[in-house]
Nanobody, 112 residues
Framework: QVQLAESGGGLVQPGGSLRLSCAAS????????MGWYRQAPGKQRELVAL???????NYADSVKGRFTISRDNAKNTVYLEMNNLRPEDTAVYYC??????WGQGTQVTVSS
C-alpha cells in the first residue's frame, strides 16, 4: 500500500519562502517520477513541478525560477522549495508518485 505524507505547508507573507516535503512508503521510491501539483479554490488541479527517476526536472511556467523540486532517494522523500511566493500560489499542494498515487495535500496560503 502506497502512502505519501506531505508536510511543510502554512501561512506566509508575499515574498516569503516555504519548503514542502513528501515522504513515501510502500513502493520502491527511486524508480518513480515524483510530482507536485496544486489546486486552488474553483480551479483544476495543475502540475507545479516534476522530477524523474533520473533527476530531470520540469516546471510550470508560473513557478520557473522561484520553485525547485528535488529528491532524496535514501530518505524516500521529495521536496519543493518555494521562494518569492505570491498570493496566486495559494492552493492545496499535493504530492504524486508515478502519475498514480496521491498524498492528502497540504495547504499553502500566501497573504499579508
Amino acid at each position: 500500500q502506497v502512502q505519501l505524507a506531505e508536510s511543510g505547508g502554512g501561512l506566509v507573507q508575499p515574498g516569503g519562502s516555504l519548503r514542502l516535503s513528501c515522504a513515501a512508503s510502500g513502493r520502491i521510491f527511486s524508480i518513480h517520477s515524483m510530482g507536485w501539483y496544486r489546486q486552488a479554490p474553483g480551479k483544476q488541479r495543475e502540475l507545479v513541478a516534476l522530477i524523474t527517476s533520473g533527476g530531470s526536472t520540469n516546471y510550470a511556467d508560473s513557478v520557473k525560477g522561484r520553485f525547485t523540486i528535488s529528491r532524496d532517494n535514501a530518505k524516500n522523500t521529495v521536496y519543493l522549495e518555494m521562494n518569492n511566493l505570491r498570493p496566486e500560489d495559494t492552493a492545496v499542494y499535493y504530492c504524486n508518485m508515478g502519475f498514480q498515487f496521491w498524498g492528502q495535500g497540504t495547504q499553502v496560503t500566501v497573504s499579508s
